[in-house]
């Protein structure tokens, strides 16, 4: 549920979860934060500007960095820091962009095969992922 809500239901809601938490073990609470976090991208890329072109590409963070909502057009796919990581030097050790989206393309075939189901381009990927390589090239240094 996403929307406004009054203070008095803020205070309510706010004890009930501490009530409830105060019963959890650690693991149930890293549970409930875990989804509390997913919420919240869920609710960041339902606000996010809808972009008419299908290659267009947006990358959304989460709050504490450890994963990233990438969009071609309106589809998501969620990437954990590491893969994103693996991707972006990928990027900058191929000598061209071409090189760099046939080694994207390997990767997520080998690492990520539902990367390519989800997001139904048909034969054009290439558009797709040199999209995403200049993005990344773009956007993201190797450390």
Not at 33 to 57: C, F, G, M, T
Request: charged share 25%.
């Amino acid at each position: 549920m996403t929307g406004t809500m009054t203070t008095q239901s803020s205070i309510y809601l706010s004890r009930q979860l501490n009530v409830t938490a105060r019963k959890l073990g650690e693991q149930e609470i890293m549970t409930l934060i875990k989804k509390a976090e997913s919420l919240l991208d869920k609710q960041k890329s339902k606000n996010r500007p809808v972009k008419n072109n299908p290659y267009a590409i947006t990358v959304l963070e989460s709050d504490d960095g450890s994963s990233f909502r990438i969009f071609i057009g309106n589809t998501p796919k969620v990437f954990q820091r590491y893969e994103m990581r693996k991707m972006v030097k990928l990027c900058y050790k191929s000598c061209s962009s071409s090189k760099a989206v046939q080694k994207l393309t390997i990767w997520l075939k080998n690492n990520r095969p539902d990367f390519f189901l989800d997001h139904r381009l048909g034969n054009s990927w290439d558009t797709a992922l040199h999209n995403l390589y200049k993005f990344l090239i773009n956007n993201y240094t190797v450390q």
